[in-house]
Structure formats: structure tokens, C-alpha cells
């Protein structure tokens, strides 16, 4: 599965963005969806996941829960990640995973990554 990430960017603390990730390779639809995000010293973490097929089931870390939103598309193979009232502490590498399982929320559990897309909240 190749993922590519999109739609990062600059954006005002208070502010919206929503980032893409658009997957090719495999039956979209068969692969648990996830974001992570990076941000300059700090580990990779959780930030949402959204079960395969329909994506009955989503989960959120508790720094972006009420916040973002994560959604699927299958017939456009893409995933979503709507950002709301975004922070500075939201200012990060977001990353894009695929997941051999239904869901999953811990890094571990994704065989396949994006390259990564920059949000930058400024203060």
C-alpha cells in the first residue's frame, strides 16, 4: 500500500484545516486507517483511528478528542483528518498509516506509512 499525505499547512491557533491521505496499491477498504503525528523532539503518537470496511468504529487520543475528526472514503481510497480549533501544541508532522488489522492505535499495529505532511498552528 502506498499512502500519500495532504493538505498540511499554516493555520492560526482557533483555525481548520483538514489533511488527506490517498491510498493506492490494495483494496483500500480491507485496511484499518490511522494518523500519528511527530512533533520536533518528541515521539511519534496516536492521534485517530478509524476501523476498515465501513469505519463503523473511530478512536482518538485524548489531546484531540471533541477536535478532530477522522473519516474514510473508500471509493476515493482516501482518509481524512478534519482538524478543529487547532492549538500550537497541535504543530507537528502528521502521518498517514495502513493496518493489516479491523483498527488499531498503537504504531505497532500499522504495516504501512505515508511520508508525512507539516501543520504548523502559529500562537
Not at 34 to 59: C, H, L, M
Not at 84 to 108: G, H, I, M, R
Amino acid at each position: 500500500v502506498q499512502l500519500v499525505e495532504s493538505g498540511g499547512g499554516l493555520v492560526q491557533a482557533g483555525g481548520s484545516l483538514r489533511i488527506s491521505c490517498a491510498a493506492s496499491g490494495q483494496t483500500f477498504s480491507n485496511y484499518g486507517m490511522g494518523w500519528f503525528r511527530q512533533a520536533p523532539g518528541k515521539e511519534r503518537e496516536f492521534v485517530a483511528a478509524i476501523s476498515w470496511r465501513s469505519g463503523d468504529n473511530t478512536y482518538y487520543a485524548d489531546s484531540v478528542k471533541g477536535r478532530f475528526t477522522i473519516s474514510r472514503d473508500n471509493a476515493k481510497n482516501t482518509v481524512y483528518l478534519q482538524l478543529n480549533s487547532l492549538k500550537p501544541e497541535d504543530t507537528a508532522v502528521y502521518y498517514c498509516a495502513a493496518s493489516q488489522f479491523s483498527v488499531a492505535t498503537s504504531s505497532w499495529g500499522y504495516n504501512y506509512w505515508g511520508q508525512g505532511t507539516q501543520v504548523t498552528v502559529s500562537s
